[in-house]
C-alpha cells in the first residue's frame, strides 16, 4: 500500500511525527469521551440529579470538541504539505517534459503523458493526504482503545483482539486482487487517452480518407475495456467493503451479546459494560475508514508509479557553454557534423554538414519522413544529437539545447498553438513588456490590422473562446516571431502546411519581406517557397543529397529535379 517513494519526501518523517502526536491525542480524546459518556448515561440511569452528571456531560463535549479539532488539524497539515510537494513533482514533471523534449512525448504519448500531469498529478495529492494519516490511525488507534477496552474488561478486548486479524486477513487477500484490479484499469485509461487524443489529431485524414467510423470503433472498443476494468474493480472493492462491514458488525455484536449476558448474571457492572459497547466500534474506526479510501490510494500508488517512471528517465546534460552573442550579418554559423537517432530507429540524421555566414533564408525540402522536422527539432535544442561538432561565431557547442542560442530563435511550427487568453498575449509570447508600437507594427507586418479592427486587441481567443482561421492563427505566430527584435534566428516547420491554396499564397507573400536581415530555416515538401530561398538542402532518408541555390538545383540536381516532378 505505501510506496516507498513516499517516504523520499521532503520534511515527510517530520509530518509523520506530527500526525502520529494528533492521532495519540485523538485516540485518547475518543476513550476520554466514551467513559464520561458512559459516566453520564449511568448517572441519569439510576435516576440522580441533573449536577451529578453536570461535570461529565462537560467533559465528554470537551473530548468531543478535541477529538474533531484534532481531525481538522491533521486535515489542514495535509491539505498544505500534499499541495506543495505536489506543486513540486508538477515542477519536476514539467521541467522533465521540457528538458527531454520531443522524444519523451513521442515515447510516452501525448494522452498518457497528459494524464499523469493532470489527473495522475491530483491522484497523488490524494495519495499523499490519505495514506499518511489512515495508516497512522490504523496502528494507533486501535492499539490504545485495545488497551482501554482491556482495563473495563478482558473477554470482550479478547474478543476484539481474535477477529481484527482475520479482518486484516481478509482485506490483504482482497487488496492483493483490488491492486492488480486497479493497475489494469489505470493503463487501460492511458491506453484511452492516446488513443482518443490521437484519433481527434487526425479526425480530418480519417474522414478524408473514409476510416472514421471503423475508428469510431476502435475507440467504442478502448473504452468498453476501461469500462471492464473499472466495473472490476468496483467489484472487489464492494466485496472488500462487504467483509469488512460484515466482520466488525458481527465481532460488536458478539462482544454486545456477551456483555448483555454476562450483565444479567451480574458478572460485570453497567459503568465498564457501557464503556466496552461504546468503544468497541472505535476500535475498527480506523481499519473501515482506511478500506473506505483504499482504491482512491491504489490509484493514487500507480499514478505516482508512473510519474516517478518519468522522473526517473536520466537527465540529458546540459552544457551551457555559449556565451551571450548577437547574430548579425557578419556571424558564422558551422556544423561540421551532426547525427541523431530515435531509439526505436524511426528516424535519424546521419553526418549533417552545414556552413552560413550572416542572414539568410536557407530551405530544407524533402518527402514526408526525409527528416526535416527532427533537423529543425535539432537546430531549435528541442532534440540533443547523439553526436556532433557545432559552432556558433567561433564557439564550439555540443548542441543547440543553450539558453543563449534559444533566447534568439523563433520558432513556427506546423500547427500554431493558440493558448487561452486575449489576443495581445498571444501576440506578445516571446516579448510580454513590448510597447503598443512594437505591437502594432508587428500586427500589420503580420496582415493582422483587419482582425484587430474586428474583434480588438484585448477579445479571448483560443481554447473555450473564440475561435480563429488556420491563416489568422498562422499570423499571430508570424506576429509573435517578428514582435522580438532579440530574436532574429528563425525556424519554421511547414508553416503553411495547413492552410488552403489562397491563404497560403496570401500568407507567404506576407511572411517573405518579413524574413530580411534574418537567418531562417523553413523546412518543407511544398514548392512555392523555393524560388525565393537563398540556399536550398535536399533531404532523404535524414542526409543531405543535394544543396544550392534552386537555379543551380534546378541545373544539376537530379535529386530535385525528380522531387518537383513528384510533386507537380
Not at 246 to 260: D, E, H, K, P
Request: proline fraction near 3%.
Amino acid at each position: 500500500m505505501i510506496d516507498k517513494a513516499i517516504l523520499t519526501l521532503p520534511h515527510f518523517k517530520k509530518i509523520l511525527a506530527k500526525l502520529a502526536g494528533i492521532s495519540f491525542l485523538q485516540a485518547f480524546s475518543v476513550v476520554f469521551q466514551a467513559i464520561f459518556l458512559a459516566r453520564a448515561i449511568v448517572i441519569f440511569w439510576q435516576g440522580k440529579p441533573f449536577n451529578s452528571g453536570a461535570s461529565s456531560i462537560l467533559f465528554f463535549f470537551l473530548a468531543f470538541i478535541l477529538r474533531h479539532l484534532c481531525t481538522f488539524w491533521r486535515e489542514r497539515i495535509l491539505d498544505y504539505y500534499a499541495y506543495q510537494q505536489v506543486a513540486h513533482i508538477r515542477k519536476s514533471l514539467m521541467q522533465k517534459i521540457f528538458s527531454q523534449g520531443t522524444l519523451l512525448v513521442q515515447n510516452t504519448g501525448s494522452g498518457s503523458l497528459i494524464t499523469n500531469v493532470l489527473e495522475g498529478v491530483n491522484q497523488v495529492e490524494n495519495y499523499i493526504r490519505l495514506v499518511s494519516s489512515k495508516m497512522l490511525n490504523m496502528l494507533i488507534f486501535p492499539t490504545i482503545i485495545f488497551l482501554a477496552v482491556f482495563m473495563q474488561d478482558k473477554l470482550s478486548a479478547f474478543i476484539l483482539f481474535a477477529v481484527f486479524p482475520v479482518i486484516i486477513l481478509f482485506m490483504v487477500l482482497l487488496g492483493v486482487a483490488a491492486r492488480k484490479k486497479a493497475q489494469r484499469q489505470f493503463a487501460s485509461f492511458q491506453l484511452l487517452s492516446n488513443h482518443f487524443l490521437d484519433s481527434l489529431r487526425g479526425l480530418e485524414t480519417l474522414k478524408l480518407f473514409g476510416l472514421s467510423k471503423s475508428y469510431a470503433k476502435s475507440i467504442y472498443k478502448t473504452s468498453e475495456r476501461l469500462r471492464r476494468a473499472t466495473m472490476n474493480t468496483l467489484k472487489v472493492a464492494m466485496l472488500s467493503t462487504f467483509a469488512l462491514d460484515f466482520f466488525t458488525t458481527l465481532s460488536v455484536a458478539i462482544v454486545a451479546v456477551f456483555l448483555g449476558l454476562r450483565l444479567l448474571n451480574g458478572e460485570i457492572e453497567f459503568l465498564p459494560a457501557l464503556i466496552t459497547l461504546i468503544l468497541a466500534p472505535e476500535f475498527f474506526l480506523a481499519l473501515r475508514e482506511f478500506a473506505g479510501d483504499y482504491h482512491a490510494t491504489l490509484d493514487g500508488k500507480n499514478a505516482l508509479k508512473a510519474i516517478n517512471q518519468l522522473l526517473g528517465i536520466p537527465e540529458v546534460e546540459q552544457k551551457e557553454v555559449l556565451a551571450d552573442f548577437t547574430y548579425n550579418e557578419t556571424s558564422m554559423f558551422d556544423i561540421s557534423s551532426l547525427h541523431f537517432s530515435y531509439p526505436d530507429s524511426s528516424g535519424k540524421i546521419s553526418d549533417f554538414q552545414f556552413s552560413w555566414q550572416g542572414y539568410g533564408k536557407i530551405g530544407i525540402i524533402g518527402k514526408s519522413g526525409a527528416g526535416k522536422s527532427t533537423l529543425i527539432s535539432l537546430l531549435g535544442g528541442f532534440l540533443q544529437p547523439n553526436k556532433s561538432e557545432i559552432s556558433i561565431n567561433g564557439q564550439q557547442i555540443p548542441h543547440f539545447t543553450q539558453k543563449n542560442w534559444q533566447q534568439k530563435i523563433s520558432y513556427i511550427p506546423q500547427k500554431t498553438y493558440i493558448f487561452h487568453g486575449t489576443l495581445k498575449e498571444n501576440v506578445c509570447l516571446y516579448a510580454p513588456n513590448a510597447s503598443d508600437e512594437q505591437i502594432a507594427k508587428a500586427l500589420k507586418a503580420s496582415g493582422l490590422t483587419s482582425l484587430v479592427q474586428e474583434i480588438g486587441l484585448n477579445e479571448i481567443v483560443g481554447q473555450g473562446a473564440r475561435q480563429l482561421s488556420g491563416g489568422q492563427a498562422q499570423r499571430i505566430a508570424l506576429a509573435r516571431a517578428f514582435l522580438s527584435e532579440k530574436r532574429n534566428i528563425l525556424l519554421l516547420d511547414e508553416p503553411t502546411a495547413h492552410l488552403d491554396i489562397e491563404t497560403q499564397a496570401q500568407v507567404i507573400q506576407e511572411m517573405l519581406p518579413l524574413l530580411e536581415n534574418k537567418l531562417v530555416f523553413l523546412a518543407t515538401h511544398r514548392l512555392h517557397w523555393m524560388p525565393s530561398m537563398d540556399y536550398i538542402l535536399v533531404v532523404e532518408k535524414g542526409k543531405i543529397v543535394a544543396c544550392g541555390t534552386h537555379e543551380e538545383l534546378l541545373a544539376n540536381s537530379l535529386s530535385y529535379q525528380q522531387f518537383i516532378h513528384e510533386r507537380r
